[in-house]
């Protein structure tokens, strides 16, 4: 059984800088499609970045584009977000989810099987 727990959440001013891990036990991820989705009360999980299971094909959502960066490290059993330049619309609880029949990514939350718990990131104005 996949066991993925995100860390590295908290509260950072605008301009501020913060990186998620997610870091997996019970199965490698090295053959999975990782992804890092975010959601606010009341409104539906959205995918913010994804990697295929070799880090060759990358996803971003146009608003994180420049700012973010998804990244693994497979022989850690890893999954990492940079994010740079937080902006308050950026506030979410964040979670790391896999894609455990298939190394190449998804864009909808049905085709991820193994979720973390998810970690809150706040960003003051």
């Known amino acids: 059984q996949l066991h993925l727990v995100e860390s590295g959440g908290g509260l950072v001013q605008t301009g501020g800088s913060l990186r998620l891990s997610c870091a997996a036990s019970?199965?490698?991820?090295?053959?999975?499609?990782m992804a890092w989705f975010r959601q606010v009360p009341s409104q539906e999980r959205e995918l913010v970045a994804a990697?295929?299971?070799?880090?060759?094909?990358?996803y971003y959502r146009d608003s994180v584009k420049g700012r973010f960066t998804i990244f693994r490290d497979n022989e850690k059993n890893t999954l990492y977000l940079e994010m740079n330049d937080l902006k308050p619309e950026d506030t979410a609880v964040y979670y790391c989810?896999?894609?455990?029949?298939?190394?190449?990514?998804?864009?909808?939350?049905?085709?991820?099987?193994?979720w973390g718990q998810g970690t809150q990131v706040t960003v003051s104005s």
């Open positions: 989810a896999a894609r455990t029949n298939s190394g190449n990514y998804a864009y909808d939350v049905k085709d991820y099987r193994a």
């Open positions: 019970g199965r490698t991820i090295s053959t999975y499609a």
């Open positions: 990697i295929n299971w070799v880090s060759v094909d990358l």
